[in-house]
T-cell receptor, first 113, second 115 residues
Framework: NAGVTQTPKFQVLKTGQSMTLQCAQD?????MSWYRQDPGMGLRLIHY???????DQGEVPNGYNVSRSTTEDFPLRLLSAAPSQTSVYFC????????????FGNGTRLTVT | DAKTTQPNSMESNEEEPVHLPCNHS???????IHWYRQLPSQGPEYVIH???SNVNNRMASLAIAEDRKSSTLILHRATLRDAAVYYC????????????????FGRGTQLTVWP
């Protein structure tokens, strides 16, 4: 199993550009989520999904869109990148059960200039 | 909107036990306590979780207070590889609606291990 795969690992964008951060998992997990991590801020939840076709907002959803058309994929879209979105982004997945741990990807480091 | 409170940092010497505290005074009856750790330049990884009883696994032990308002992650013999940020989170499985997926990590505790 590959686990949770995030692409790309690194990305540099100019202000106003759009892009999609990809997240895929091969564990048939219902739950998937996106976090951003800034220095000294810990992990902050952006969006999450508890199954295909179901998404909801987390703590810091503004500026980001998500969709969940398949169980495996949960892309995060930045429609118009801003310098404030410079961060490291982590995707996580799990089964929807109390005994199911979260599995994290290795992150995407995004810089917006 | 983290529901847990942890110290910002802690230090330990190698091969000594480490007790990492977490306060969760507003915990509900259906919240499980999960611990994760994040090594430098990596994504977080699962450590342990529990509901009411103390739990042990190969990585650590979890001691849960009788009133469940606090818990402690115990590393029995710290190694240099245990230097990481440790996160304590609550996971509520009672509601399959809006609260199910909102897992808040907060800032965690930065553990430094000295040789």
């Amino acid at each position: 199993n590959a686990g949770v795969t995030q692409t790309p690992k690194f990305q540099v964008l100019k202000t106003g550009q759009s892009m999609t951060l990809q997240c895929a998992q091969d564990m048939n997990h219902e739950y998937m989520s996106w976090y951003r991590q800034d220095p000294g801020m810990g992990l902050r939840l952006i969006h999450y999904s508890v199954g295909a076709g179901i998404t909801d907002q987390g703590e810091v959803p503004n500026g980001y869109n998500v969709s969940r058309s398949t169980t495996e994929d949960f892309p995060l879209r930045l429609l118009s990148a801003a310098p404030s979105q410079t961060s490291v982004y982590f995707c996580a997945s799990s089964f929807v059960g109390v005994n199911s741990p979260l599995h994290f990807g290795n992150g995407t480091r995004l810089t917006v200039t | 909107d983290a529901k847990t409170t942890q110290p910002n940092s802690m230090e330990s010497n190698e091969e000594e036990p480490v007790h990492l505290p977490c306060n969760h005074s507003t915990i509900s009856g259906t919240d499980y306590i999960h611990w994760y750790r994040q090594l430098p330049s990596q994504g977080p990884e699962y450590v342990i979780h529990g509901l009411t009883s103390n739990v042990n696994n190969r990585m650590a032990s979890l001691a849960i207070a009788e009133d469940r308002k606090s818990s402690t992650l115990i590393l029995h013999r710290a190694t240099l590889r245990d230097a990481a940020v440790y996160y304590c989170i609550l996971r509520d499985q009672a509601d399959r609606g809006s609260t199910l997926g909102r897992l808040y990590f907060g800032r965690g505790t930065q553990l430094t291990v000295w040789p």
